[in-house]
C-alpha cells in the first residue's frame, strides 16, 4: 500500500509570492490534515479535511488556506508570502471508524524556502 | 504554559542502552496519546498510539500513559543506533469524533553511539 506522497519536495519562491502543495492521501483514507513544522515552534497543526469540507483550523492567518477533492486529495495554499512561512509543511492522512479519525500517517514533507 | 512539555535533548547514550522519553501535557481533556520518530529531512514515522492510560508494549518500544499525573512515556529497550532520530509525542481530543487536530511536543533529539 503506498504511503502519503507530497509534492513537490523542495520548492523555494520570493516574498509576495503564492504556492500551492499537494497532498495524496493513503488509498482509502478519507481525512488529510496540514501541519508545519519549524525549529522554533515545531509542529503546529494548519487544518483539517474530510470528505472535502475543512473540519478543523488551526490558529494561522487567513494567507494560508486549503481544499480537498473528492478523491480526497488535498492542497494547501499560502498567498504573500513572508520569510516565516519559510518550514517543513507536512501532510498527515487517516481514516474514519464510526464516528473516530484512525491513527495519523505523515507525508516526507514539502520543504519550502521564502527568500 | 504550554499544553505539551517535551524536553528538546539532546539525549545522548550508549549502544543497549534502555532510553526514556517522557512528555507532560496540561490538558486534561487529552485522550488519544502518540509518539512519532522523524529521521533527519524525513516526515514522522508513527511508532505507538495508545487510547487513555495505560501502557502499550510493542517490540524494543513501551508506552505508558498516566493520566492522573498528565504524564507519558516511551522506553526504547537494547537502543540501536539506527534508534538515532527526534521523539515526538502527541496527543489529541476526542471532541466531535475529529483526531484532525494533533498537538505536538516540540520533541527530544537522541543519539545511540555504536
Known amino acids: 500500500k503506498a504511503g502519503v506522497t507530497q509534492t513537490p519536495r523542495y520548492l523555494i519562491k520570493t516574498r509576495g509570492q503564492q504556492v500551492t502543495l499537494s497532498c495524496s492521501p493513503i488509498s482509502g483514507h478519507r481525512s488529510v490534515s496540514w501541519y508545519q513544522q519549524t525549529p522554533g515552534q515545531g509542529l503546529q497543526f494548519l487544518f483539517e479535511?474530510?470528505?472535502?469540507?475543512?473540519?478543523n483550523k488551526g490558529n494561522f492567518p487567513g494567507r494560508f488556506s486549503g481544499r480537498q477533492f473528492s478523491n480526497s486529495r488535498s492542497e494547501m495554499n499560502v498567498s504573500t508570502l513572508e520569510l516565516g512561512d519559510s518550514a517543513l509543511y507536512l501532510c498527515a492522512s487517516s481514516d474514519r471508524r464510526g464516528a473516530m479519525n484512525t491513527e495519523a500517517f505523515f507525508g516526507q514533507g514539502t520543504r519550502l524556502t521564502v527568500v | 504554559q504550554k499544553e505539551v512539555e517535551q524536553d528538546p535533548g539532546p539525549l545522548s547514550v550508549p549502544e543497549g542502552a534502555i532510553v526514556s522519553l517522557n512528555c507532560t501535557y496540561s490538558?486534561?481533556?487529552?485522550?488519544?496519546f502518540m509518539w512519532y520518530r522523524q529521521y533527519s529531512r524525513k516526515g514522522p514515522e508513527l511508532l505507538m498510539y495508545t487510547y487513555s492510560s495505560g501502557n502499550k508494549e510493542d517490540g524494543r518500544f513501551t508506552a505508558q500513559v498516566d493520566k492522573s499525573s498528565k504524564y507519558i512515556s516511551l522506553f526504547i529497550r537494547d537502543s540501536q543506533p539506527s534508534d538515532s532520530a527526534t521523539y515526538l509525542c502527541?496527543?489529541?481530543?476526542?471532541?466531535?469524533?475529529?483526531?484532525?487536530?494533533?498537538?505536538f511536543g516540540k520533541g527530544t533529539k537522541l543519539s545511540v553511539k555504536p
Open positions: 490538558n486534561s481533556a487529552f485522550q488519544y
Open positions: 479535511y474530510f470528505s472535502e469540507t475543512q473540519r
Open positions: 502527541a496527543m489529541s481530543l476526542n471532541y466531535g469524533g475529529s483526531q484532525g487536530n494533533l498537538i
